[in-house]
């Protein structure tokens, strides 16, 4: 097992690989999983996970929303808030990181430009250890009400600070609070991304047109999310546990006849926390326990769907 400690020891010969194309680790597909036949997946996957690590802290604006109360005086700093969410890229990605490593899986990043630039050596590690670096803007600002030109250079900056920070050219995109605008993926496609996960209404990917071009959609969820349920409902470890199993067991189910695909979303300063860890440890370990189940990068998924002609196409 590689934890980031020796990790970090190991990046005068590592770095070199950073630029090198991703291939699969053995921990992406479970190596007891027989390819089943009829399976909806191409790779004979019975059901694909697909994780989220949102990397966003240190991009925020000042007196973002916190579990803080919303009472700071106007003109003043809230500074606990602001530890709130340093612990993000002090703690919870780097905490996240080694647990992806223990189970051996790999996880799809969505990187705000801002905060990369402001922890670069973090996001090239992430991608050094074999992680998708997925654009998420180039901060916390709204898109959907930007004029044309304006949110193409948005979304560029945001690129551009990926990969000058990383060597990584990101093919993935998500807007903040999953609200792109009317322009938005005219824009993904001008600029040579290939899918996006600003939707919500499918629990498998699917192919659309753009520019009479196909692009991929690979769904999000609320419901797998602890930005949604940790910090929004308050639920406890325990319960959050619950629910991703839940989830996972249906889809599970309906893999026999449906090509399936399980989202879970996880936030610096929320996931990487010590009890969440634990907690996402024993719901992966749950599922690898079940026959045919794969982890894979979103940037995986889209290529599998692309080239699968049995793929939904709308």
């Known amino acids: 097992m590689t934890t980031r400690r020796t990790f970090i020891k190991q990046t005068g010969v590592l770095g070199t690989l950073s630029i090198l194309p991703f291939t699969n680790s053995p921990g ?18 019975r059901l694909i996970v697909s994780i989220s690590m949102q990397f966003e802290s240190g991009g925020q604006p000042d007196n973002a929303e916190s579990p803080f109360p919303q ?40 990187m705000v430009g ?21 654009a998420h803007g180039m901060n916390w600002s709204k898109q959907y009400n930007l004029p044309y030109e304006e949110e193409k250079k948005f ?26 605008g009317e322009n938005t993926l005219n824009i993904l496609q001008e600029l040579g991304f290939r899918y996006h996960i600003d939707d919500l209404s499918r629990d498998e990917p699917f192919i659309i047109k753009v520019k009479n071009e196909d692009f991929a959609v690979i769904p999000y969820t609320l419901r797998c999310n602890d930005i949604q349920l940790i910090a929004g409902e308050h639920y406890s470890t325990d319960q959050f546990v619950r629910q991703v199993k839940m989830e996972f067991d249906q889809l599970y189910q309906e893999a026999e006849t449906k090509r399936r695909q399980l989202s879970i979303s996880f936030h610096d300063r929320i996931g990487g926390t010590p009890q969440m860890v634990n907690a996402t440890e024993q719901i992966i370990r749950y599922m690898q326990q079940h026959k045919g189940v794969s982890f894979k990068r979103k940037d995986e998924i889209a290529d599998l769907i692309f080239k699968d002609e049995t793929a939904i196409r709308e």
């Open 114 to 134: 801002s905060a990369v630039l402001n922890n670069p050596q973090l996001a090239k590690e992430i991608v050094e250890r074999g992680h998708e670096a997925a």
């Open 155 to 180: 979304i560029q900056d945001g690129v551009d600070a990926i990969m000058q920070s990383t060597g990584f050219r990101p093919v993935g995109y998500n807007a903040n609070w999953l609200r792109r």
């Open 28 to 45: 992406n597909v479970q190596e007891s999983a027989p390819v089943k036949p009829g399976s909806r997946w191409s790779d004979g996957s």
């Open 71 to 110: 009472n700071i005086e106007k003109g003043f700093k809230d500074l606990p808030a602001e530890t709130w969410y340093q612990y993000g890229y002090k703690e919870g990605i780097p905490r996240m990181l080694d647990n992806w490593d223990r189970l051996g899986i790999k996880v799809t990043s969505h």
